[in-house]
């Protein structure tokens, strides 16, 4: 077999993905898991926060799934404090949160659109729980994630616990995807607990210790990625973030194209902004999350740019070689879509068994995922439509990002602008 840029290329980033596959297969199946256990003695007062803007469409169905799936849940009512911050809405959001103040809800309002990360720290300000968590109004969450996700917080040293955070129900193509990217999201946090560094915690319904927020300060509205931000901060304190993974929160996706990639640019945009402010990270001193899990991060993000630049530019050179060559032969286009299928001229080499092998192996960890986060909607599908998909998608918002962030353009989310 002659050893083309090409081969080269594809045996190269199968065998990274072979060995990252197998490193998370060895974390997986170590006999030594962290388990926390639901203990009925440990109750502290937790407060939830739920920031809403112009939630009032089809009479505030999606809010009302929120407040009740907390109101519904199975932590004492007594030790659960739930704030509704509402973010200036144009609509009848405020009287539909009202309409809870009967069920202890406590609401929160002011005239003009601050963004969602203002509304949360005024929450923060005003909670009285000792575990703060925020859920956004399109969320809810299965009725035992607080019982699951606060008895890590007996271990001192664990400063925020994640739940696995998922989409409800997809229905159509770009939703599938999500659903699959959320999942796939949930594995990487589940190893990355094992490995005892999680450096992203998302904001749906990431518990956190109040006494952090007052020591080193509530969520930066300055940023686009608060979430993130707060993340690395915890981590750069060398405290703990734990993921408990079958502690479900469900989600609803974003419903356009247009709006997917404007929320992945944002998402990567402030990620670069963040790991150059939090750079120190990238050292011993934090074990694995400086050694492995912020390089291999930022690897893939540059490999997978590369295999679309690499991919759309062999494409291009490819179509414009096959036209002049058809040209030249007088090609008869009448046969162009006569298909002949003749296994004899089908080879298999490493080239083609590696990635075979790296997509059996990420459906199976899929599957594991499935299983131990006890989700119950089918993946077979979404993980077929992601696999097709996500390798453009992913990489044409990396590069997006970049360019922004290079251009120093700046990014809207809510009422605000954000640039680097």
């Not at 009202?98 to 002011?110: A, I, N, Q």
């Not at 989409?167 to 939703?175: F, G, M, Q, R, V």
């Not at 952090?212 to 690395?232: I, R």
């Not at 879509?337 to 092998?357: A, G, R, S």
């Amino acid at each position: 077999m002659q050893l083309t840029f090409h081969t080269y290329l594809i045996l190269t980033l199968s065998l990274l993905g072979l060995f990252t596959g197998i490193f998370y297969f060895l974390t997986i199946i170590s006999p030594d898991k962290k388990v926390y256990k639901k203990n009925k003695n440990y109750r502290p007062m937790v407060s939830i926060i739920i920031p809403v803007w112009n939630e009032g469409s089809s009479n505030g169905e999606r809010l009302r799934k929120t407040v009740e799936s907390l109101l519904n849940c199975d932590y004492p009512k007594d030790k659960l404090e739930i704030i509704i911050v509402n973010d200036g809405s144009t609509d009848n959001s405020l009287s539909i949160a009202r309409s809870y103040e009967k069920d202890g809800v406590k609401v929160f309002t002011h005239n003009k659109s601050k963004g969602k990360t203002n509304a949360v720290n005024i929450g923060l300000k005003n909670s009285k729980g000792e575990f703060i968590a925020a859920l956004d109004a399109d969320s809810f969450i299965e009725a035992d994630v607080l019982d699951k996700l606060i008895p890590c917080f007996k271990d001192k040293n664990v400063m925020a616990t994640v739940p696995s955070i998922k989409i409800w129900k997809p229905k159509n193509i770009l939703e599938k995807i999500q659903f699959l990217e959320l999942l796939s999201g949930v594995f990487i946090r589940h190893v990355q607990s094992e490995l005892g560094s999680i450096p992203m915690a998302p904001g749906a319904f990431t518990l956190v210790r109040k006494s952090f927020a007052e020591q080193y300060g509530f969520l930066n509205p300055n940023t686009m990625v608060e979430d993130l931000e707060l993340s690395l901060r915890i981590q750069s304190k060398k405290y703990l973030i734990e993921n408990v993974v079958n502690a479900n929160v469900y989600t609803s996706g974003v419903k356009t194209l247009k709006a997917f990639i404007s929320q992945r640019v944002r998402w990567y945009y402030g990620f670069i902004i963040q790991i150059r402010k939090y750079k120190h990270l990238f050292s011993s001193e934090y074990g694995n999350l400086g050694l492995f899990i912020l390089p291999t991060t930022i690897i893939f993000a540059i490999v997978s740019m590369f295999i679309f630049t690499y991919g759309i530019m062999m494409t291009l050179i490819n179509t414009a070689n096959w036209i002049k060559d058809l040209m030249l032969i007088g090609f008869d286009f009448k046969n162009f879509f006569e298909i002949t299928i003749d296994p004899f001229f089908y080879t298999i080499d490493n080239v083609t068994v590696l990635p075979i092998i790296m997509f059996f192996a990420m459906l199976g960890f899929m599957y594991y995922i499935k299983k131990v986060s006890n989700e119950k909607q089918n993946i077979f599908w979404p993980f077929i439509l992601f696999s097709l998909t996500y390798w453009f998608l992913g990489s044409l918002t990396w590069i997006l990002s970049i360019y922004y962030y290079i251009r120093k353009k700046p990014i809207k989310w809510g009422p605000n602008y954000f640039n680097s």
